[in-house]
Nanobody, 125 residues
Framework: QVQLGESGGGLVQAGGSLRLSCAAS????????MGWFRQPPGKEREFVAA????????FYADSVKGRFTISKDNAKNTVYLQMNDLKPEDTAVYYC??????????????????WGQGTQVTVSS
């Protein structure tokens, strides 16, 4: 059973930056893809970014492309989301997600296997 724990959320002004971290335990981290999703207030949860098992391939939602960067450190069992040029519409609860062993990025995007508890990101205008 994989367990995920996010950290790094908070309040930031528009144009600012935050870095989210997600530590994983209970599985072989290098064998599964990781991703970030978010749920804005009053809306459905949506995909943000994903990274492949070895960290070499990434995939982003159009709304964050060029501003957010996902990375995976298999030595530290941690995935990161660097968020730059934040906008008020980025306000949401951000969730870390993991796929099953040997899954592809697109399989993770469609149906993550494991979820973290979420961390709040609030961007003020």
């Amino acid at each position: 059973q994989v367990q995920l724990g996010e950290s790094g959320g908070g309040l930031v002004q528009a144009g600012g930056s935050l870095r989210l971290s997600c530590a994983a335990s209970g599985g072989t981290f290098s064998r599964f893809p990781m991703g970030w999703f978010r749920q804005p207030p009053g809306k459905e949860r949506e995909f943000v970014a994903a990274v492949s098992r070895n960290g070499e391939d990434t995939f982003y939602a159009d709304s964050v492309k060029g501003r957010f960067t996902i990375s995976k450190d298999n030595a530290k069992n941690t995935v990161y989301l660097q968020m730059n040029d934040l906008k008020p519409e980025d306000t949401a609860v951000y969730y870390c997600a993991a796929g099953s062993t040997f899954e592809t990025i697109l399989m993770l995007v469609r149906a993550p296997r494991y979820w973290g508890q979420g961390t709040q990101v609030t961007v003020s205008s």
